[in-house]
Nanobody
Framework: QVQLVESGGGLVQAGGSLRLSCAAS????????MGWFRQAPGKEREFVAA????????YYAESVQGRFTISRDIANNTVYLQMNTLKPEDTAVYYC????????????????????WGQGTQVTVSS
């Protein structure tokens, strides 16, 4: 079991940056591949980025490729999402998630593969 708590959201102007953090407690996050998802009002939850257990492999949604960077600090049990050149369409609640299969070697963009979720943090980008 792992518990996840996101932080770092807020209000930022278009073109600005934010860094989201996802702090884990319980079982160490190095046992799980991790992902970030987001959900805008009236829309389905969508994949943003994922990172492997070791942190050596990352995968991004096309809409954030080149602007967002996912990383993990295994020693501190924390996963980050650095978001640069933010756009109004990035406005959403951002969720951190841990893969449902402990010790899974791959990464996934499918939300149904994730078994543990944080409560979310709001990101609002003004134009």
């Amino acid at each position: 079991q792992v518990q996840l708590v996101e932080s770092g959201g807020g209000l930022v102007q278009a073109g600005g940056s934010l860094r989201l953090s996802c702090a884990a407690s319980g079982r160490t996050t190095s046992s799980y591949s991790m992902g970030w998802f987001r959900q805008a009002p009236g829309k389905e939850r969508e994949f943003v980025a994922a990172i492997s257990r070791s942190g050596s492999v990352a995968y991004y949604a096309e809409s954030v490729q080149g602007r967002f960077t996912i990383s993990r600090d295994i020693a501190n049990n924390t996963v980050y999402l650095q978001m640069n050149t933010l756009k109004p369409e990035d406005t959403a609640v951002y969720y951190c998630a841990a893969h449902a299969a402990v010790l899974y070697h791959g990464i996934s963009s499918n939300s149904r593969d994730y078994g543990y979720w944080g409560q979310g943090t709001q990101v609002t980008v003004s134009s």
